[in-house]
């Protein structure tokens, strides 16, 4: 009967021992998927916060860049080289106000063509010559081909120096311009690469300025 009892005794406490360790691992297992959840939670917070942190920063370069060139009179100059259309437009000279994009093939790709076909819309609604682009490149065959990807239908003047920026002091491209009738500065914006959201204000700050004008 004692060794019967014995017996039992070793079987539950091999049992309880057993089960305690089953426990100890299911916990384990438990707090480590729940440790791993957490982490990922908190590097989800921290690449958020870095997000935003970099778009905030963004969106204070781009006022300040754009805040600068108000009021400033645009020279033209006499590099330019009309590419579309084939009729000779004036860059010069204005008889309403005007959208002027400032486009280099080394900036953001997607800025340009986003702006761009801003520019075309611009144009369909109010006419070719109320939009204009100057366009930087090493090669008159990009802005060729830019025309035809975009089907551009307003003037494209090309520059293969960067003597436009320079002598109006423009060092951050693309870069849109409101010009009045003198060609003087009365808005502009610096688009910011996957935030095209930005550049709203100033689009429709064009429409209602256009229709007053």
């Known amino acids: 009967m004692k060794k019967n ?13 057993v089960v305690v360790a089953g426990v100890a691992i299911w ?8 440790s791993r959840h957490n982490q990922i939670l908190r590097n989800k917070i921290g690449n958020a916060k870095a997000g935003n942190q970099k778009i905030e920063t963004a969106v204070i370069k781009a006022h300040t860049v ?33 959208l002027l994009l400032v ?8 800025c340009m063509d986003s702006e761009t ?12 010559d109320y939009v204009m682009a100057i366009v930087h490149a090493t090669n008159q065959r990009y802005v060729r081909n830019y025309i035809r990807m975009n ?10 120096d960067e003597s436009f920026q320079k002598q109006n002091n423009i060092k951050n491209t693309p870069m849109i311009l ?4 003198e060609n003087k ?17 100033v689009h429709q700050f064009c429409y209602h300025y256009f229709n007053k004008n």
Do not use: W
Not at 5 to 17: E, K, N, P, V
Not at 103 to 110: A, D, K, R
Not at 178 to 181: G, R
Not at 191 to 197: H, K, S, T
């Open 5 to 17: 009892y014995l017996t039992l005794l070793r079987i539950l406490t091999a049992a309880l021992i």
């Open 27 to 34: 916990n384990k297992i438990n707090l480590d998927k729940c």
């Open 66 to 98: 754009s805040m600068k060139h108000l009021g400033k009179t645009i020279k033209m100059g006499k590099d330019l080289k009309q590419v579309f259309p084939e009729k000779p437009v004036a860059a010069n000279k204005a008889r309403h106000p005007k």
């Open 103 to 110: 486009f280099n093939e080394l900036g953001c790709n997607v």
């Open 117 to 128: 076909q801003f520019g075309v819309s611009i144009a369909s609604e109010y006419g070719q």
């Open 151 to 160: 089907q551009v239908n307003f003037p494209i003047f090309f520059c293969e």
């Open 178 to 181: 409101v010009l009045d009738k």
């Open 185 to 201: 500065v009365i808005a502009s914006h610096f688009p910011i690469p996957g935030q095209l959201q930005y550049s709203e204000p």
